[in-house]
């Protein structure tokens, strides 16, 4: 499912798909981010955990070009958030639990609609394919009004995958998914896992931990640890306990 | 978005110049007005407010083309000094033509017999004054600092570049009134041509001296807001 | 082009379907249409500039109501945001907006002036002779002066939204910039009613189309501004 054109929405060669050098945020005169430093490299699946505030949410608001770096440097795929916005945005894909569907669409028509911004190749087909891979084939010509969470959630997966982008985000992926959809989510992560580099958060642990390859912890704007191996579930838990309170809470 | 505290005026030898330049100034305009320029032939001496009148205007047009180039800057740059820069000019910009719309009417109603009348040059004053008193509006109202300014800011242009086609516009229907030192207008006095250009220098240096004082004031503000607890 | 087409495409299809700028613009405009009467008590001493005037403040107040509300519904489940994170240019973006809400705007307006037609001009004397040659200037008048106001509604009602004063906003925003599409619609409008010949308002012509394109391209160019989120 490689696209044809090659070079143009590529990543710059030999660049780590996501560093951050001292990257700070602000909201008005109350610092979000403060100092964040961290790299990833191509195919790697990083979990960052943390509590709700620590930051985890502006910190992939950043690096999906959605809002400005407040100081530092970001680059994602070697191009810089601040001014190369648009090769950023034809290699990424942002999951979130807010589905951002436009209600009196249908499916198929929300799917199509994005779709053709990116320039995806044989749409209507792609969007056949993409789907059914959801298992929303039947569903296809619905008005995303009259349909359940968990299937706008899907919805929202199969948006985000029609031009095979080669970061993904995931905001709380799994928040609000059903059974079901938790089930897809996690098969087709993980059966992309080898070509595409992925940024999650989360604060649950064992989804967190089931699919990735590095972990970072960010509370109050830092990043108060980080591990390029996986650590065991147990372990990281006590991890987590220690790292987050010797942050301290409100 | 930074918390810049840069002073405008780094240096205090300049602060007390400027001051003092700016008053001898204006002590000058104001006695050249009432007592150097000749009197008007038909106006009288009503006529002698038309320089603080000229003055008003064309500070607070410099102050609302400052408010312009600061946005524009702010747009590109996203640095907070510009903002306050375009911030406080529309303040001061703002009272410079509120005292404009005054003299005028008081130099109006004697010569023109009428307080107000919607002629093009009224007309356009009107709602440059109404437009700056919803960029005030709009400042007080669009919740977060970086939004506030990037909000006033693109209004701000859009306001300038408007402008001069409210102008041309209001020009359609109306009379033309008549323009007292304008091209064509011909035959001005030695005396009253210095008088006005003493005026003008005085009302300059004015705009900026406040400017100055206000962006340091906003910039104390704003130091003792971020030190305040809220930025932890 | 082809991506202006197709984000014109999706917000009229979704206007379509979720109704929110014509029932609003219309049930307003009757409303506005009896107050009007009622206040004016239009009968024999009918003229053509006021016909014009309330048609244009019907066509501005209502339509500016409804702009309001059609953005906020897109803004409710966030699909916007999500149309920003595609790798569209901004300009496009607006542009495909702008060009749904004119048509929008346009049919409702289509619906709304033969009620004109039926509550004011059947009154007025000799009209229809005058208006067989001038329903198509007439409707082209009501096509510029509408692209006129609809680009800076569009574009504002974005911003309007963010602030604390909400809906009360736009109109603050939008009325003093569009003074002189004001001047001008309601200007040609009774000059054709009038049945005057095209040179006497081909001056107003060219300002009314030197607006649309003014505050067409400045409200493309600032949109990526406008929308870029700073984050608070």
């Known amino acids: ?250 | 978005m930074r918390i810049a505290g840069t002073d405008p005026f780094p240096f205090k030898k300049m602060r007390k110049i400027l001051f003092f330049l700016t008053f001898a100034l204006m002590v000058l305009a104001t006695w050249m007005t009432l007592f150097y320029a000749p009197t008007e032939v038909v106006m009288g001496h009503v006529q002698r407010i038309f320089y603080f009148h000229m003055g008003t205007v064309w500070a607070a047009t410099v102050a609302f083309t400052v408010v312009f180039v600061a946005s524009i800057y702010y747009l590109r740059k996203e640095t907070a000094k510009w903002d306050t820069l375009a911030y406080c000019s529309a303040e001061i910009g703002m009272l410079l033509l509120t005292l404009t719309i005054i003299t005028g009417s008081i130099w109006a109603k004697p010569v023109w017999g009428t307080w107000w009348t919607w002629d093009p040059q009224l007309t356009t004053t009107f709602i440059l004054w109404v437009l700056y008193a919803v960029y005030l509006i709009l400042r007080s109202g669009a919740g977060g600092r970086g939004k506030k300014a990037r909000y006033s800011a693109i209004f701000a242009i859009i306001a300038y570049v408007d402008l001069p086609v409210v102008y041309v516009s209001a020009r359609i229907k109306r009379g033309i009134s008549p323009v007292v030192f304008g091209p064509g207008g011909g035959g001005i006095d030695p005396a009253m041509m210095h008088t006005l250009l003493v005026t003008l220098l005085g009302f300059t240096l004015l705009f900026v001296l406040l400017l100055g004082e206000r962006m340091r004031i906003m910039n104390m503000e704003n130091t003792l807001y971020a030190r305040s607890g809220r930025g932890g | 082009m082809r991506k202006i087409l197709l984000i014109f495409r999706k917000d009229f299809l979704v206007e379509w379907r979720s109704k929110q700028i014509f029932p609003t613009m219309f049930v307003f405009s009757l409303l506005l249409l009896l107050v009007f009467n009622v206040a004016f008590e239009f009968r024999s001493d009918i003229n053509f500039r006021t016909v014009s005037a309330v048609v244009w403040i019907t066509f501005i107040f209502s339509g500016l109501l409804a702009l309001g509300r059609s953005f906020s519904l897109e803004k409710e489940n966030n699909a916007f945001a999500f149309l920003l994170l595609t790798p569209v240019s901004r300009s496009y973006i607006y542009l495909g907006k702008l060009l749904s809400n004119v048509v929008m705007v346009l049919l409702s307006e289509l619906f709304i002036l033969p009620l004109f037609l039926l509550f004011f001009l059947f009154d007025a004397k000799g009209i229809s002779l005058s208006l067989t040659g001038a329903v198509l200037p007439f409707l082209g008048v009501v096509v510029l002066g509408t692209i006129g106001f609809v680009s800076l509604g569009t574009f504002f009602s974005s911003m309007a939204l963010n602030t604390k004063l909400r809906d009360m906003m736009l109109p603050l925003l939008v009325f003093p910039l569009i003074i002189p599409v004001v001047i001008t619609s309601v200007g040609i409008c009774s000059s054709i009613l009038e049945g005057k010949p095209l040179d006497y308002y081909s001056f107003s012509l060219q300002v009314l189309v030197s607006f649309d394109i003014i505050f067409v391209l400045l409200c493309s160019l600032l949109f990526e501004y406008l929308i870029e989120d700073s984050g608070d």
């Open chain 1, 1 to 250: 499912m490689k696209k044809s054109s090659e070079g143009e929405n590529d990543m710059q060669p030999g660049a780590f798909a996501i560093e951050t050098r001292g990257l700070e945020k602000q909201f008005g005169f109350f610092p979000v981010l403060r100092g964040i430093d961290f790299v990833v490299g191509q195919g790697e699946f990083l979990t960052i955990f943390g509590p709700n505030g620590a930051g985890k949410s502006t910190l992939l608001s950043i690096l999906s070009t959605f809002i400005k770096p407040g100081g530092g440097e970001v680059f994602v795929a070697g191009f810089d958030v601040s001014r190369e916005k648009e090769q950023i945005r034809k290699l990424i894909g942002f999951i979130s639990h807010n589905t951002m569907l436009y209600e009196n669409l249908t499916a198929r028509e929300n799917l199509e609609f994005i779709g053709a911004f990116y320039e995806v190749p044989d749409l209507q087909e792609r969007c056949s394919d993409i789907l059914e891979r959801v298992e929303l084939y039947a569903k296809k010509d619905a008005l995303v009004s009259t349909l359940s969470f968990g299937t706008r959630q899907r919805l929202a997966i199969a948006r985000t995958l029609l031009h095979d982008p080669r970061i993904l985000f995931l905001d709380e992926p799994y928040s609000g998914l059903d059974y079901g959809g938790a089930a897809i989510l996690t098969s087709i992560l993980g059966s992309m896992k080898m070509d595409k580099t992925v940024v999650m958060t989360t604060h649950n642990v064992y989804e967190g931990l089931s699919l990735c390859d590095k972990v970072a912890i960010l509370d109050h704007g830092e990043v108060v640890y980080s591990s390029a191996q996986k650590p065991g579930r147990d372990e990281f838990q006590d991890i987590y306990m220690s790292c987050v309170r010797s942050g301290g809470g409100q």
